[in-house]
């Protein structure tokens, strides 16, 4: 059995099952959510069935052809919605995967008028970069997913966040993502998801120009 076939039968539906069950704690009821690299919308249509008062809209950069959720097609940079349309945006390790994360989260800042929802990662500790890296060629390589490997330490996030002035509501780093005789190599405080509000001036700066688009 080979390293793959052992990601897909024992990691793949563990995490997806861990991670909706974070999101779907994390996300108020009633919201809008832009699941951005969305994928086939598994992730989505997971979180949404503990929670069936969200409604998701999906954007990816190849659409599949059977997905769980609404999925459009963007050019990986600009997210296809208005100003302050949406109350979440949503990135499921997707930002790792760009070469500038800041391109999507000022985007998220601009479309959404609550906050954001990240799961990432983190280079925190003993061979953490190595460690990220064999994770993501193991589960993304074959599929040809691109791989920059574009990992953040926490003081990386911190000062996106200070930029964009998103605020930390949620913050999580003990996820769960694999059982007990795995998580000492691969989770170990490599993995975060953080639910981010916009700092006041930031939401009164939205409320404003809602106001103003209103009028």
């Known amino acids: 059995m080979g390293i793959e076939t052992i990601h897909e039968s024992y990691v793949k539906s563990r995490r997806l099952n861990v991670l909706a069950n974070h999101f779907a704690e994390l996300i108020p009821a009633q919201s809008t959510v832009l699941d951005v690299g969305s994928g086939d919308g598994g992730l989505a249509a997971a979180i949404i069935a503990r929670k069936p008062t969200l409604r998701f809209r999906g954007f990816d950069t190849l659409v599949r052809e059977d997905t769980k959720i609404p999925v459009e097609e963007f050019d990986g940079r600009t997210i296809p919605a208005e100003n302050d349309t949406t109350d979440y945006v949503l990135f499921s390790d997707v930002l790792h995967h760009t070469e500038d994360p800041m391109i999507l989260l000022r985007e998220a800042a601009r479309v959404a008028c609550k906050g954001v929802m990240i799961k990432d990662h983190l280079v925190c500790g003993l061979l953490a970069r190595p460690t990220l890296r064999f994770m993501d060629e193991v589960g993304n390589r074959r599929f040809g997913v691109k791989l920059p490997h574009n990992y953040w330490r926490p003081e990386q996030w911190n000062v996106a966040f200070e930029e964009l002035r998103l605020e930390r509501k949620e913050y999580r780093t003990q996820l769960g993502l694999y059982p007990f005789w795995a998580n000492w190599c691969f989770g170990r405080g490599l993995h975060f ?13 939205h409320a404003d120009r809602s106001v103003t688009l209103s009028d």
């Open 193 to 205: 998801i953080t639910r981010l509000g916009l700092k006041e001036s930031n939401a009164s700066q």
